[in-house]
């Protein structure tokens, strides 16, 4: 059974950093993409990062390119999302998200292309 698990979500103030977790299992990241998404309050939810095994492939929003840097350690079979500069605009449930890669073409950050889902961590950025 894929389960995903983030944690590390928090109160911070503008400016600061925080470093969320997402642990995976049920999977062999080497046939996945890890995706980061978002949702806001009273917004749609938006992609944020992915990754692939080894960090061969990885790919970012603009909205936080610069900012935020994913990661993995496969080890532990647990994806980061390192966000510095955080800004208020950052604060939403941040989800962690999987899809089988079949070798072919990379995902990007469209929902539909992936298919598990963890519960989401709430992070808050205050002014």
């Known amino acids: 059974e894929v389960q995903l698990v983030e944690s590390g979500g928090g109160l911070v103030q503008a400016g600061g950093s925080l470093r969320l977790s997402c642990a995976f299992s049920?999977?062999?990241?080497?046939?996945?993409?890890i995706a980061w998404f978002r949702q806001a309050p009273g917004k749609e939810r938006e992609g944020v990062s992915c990754?692939?095994?080894?960090?061969?492939?990885?790919y970012y929003a603009d909205s936080v390119k610069g900012r935020f840097t994913v990661s993995s350690d496969t080890a532990k079979n647990t994806v980061y999302l390192q966000m510095n500069s955080l800004k208020p605009e950052d604060t939403a449930v941040y989800y962690c998200?999987?899809?089988?890669?079949?070798?072919?073409?990379?995902?990007?950050?469209?929902?539909?292309?992936?298919?598990?889902w963890g519960q989401g961590t709430q992070v808050t950025v205050s002014s």
């Open positions: 049920g999977f062999t990241f080497d046939e996945y993409v």
């Open positions: 990754i692939s095994d080894s960090d061969e492939y990885t």
């Open positions: 998200a999987a899809t089988y890669y079949a070798g072919s073409l990379y995902p990007k950050l469209a929902e539909y292309e992936y298919d598990f």
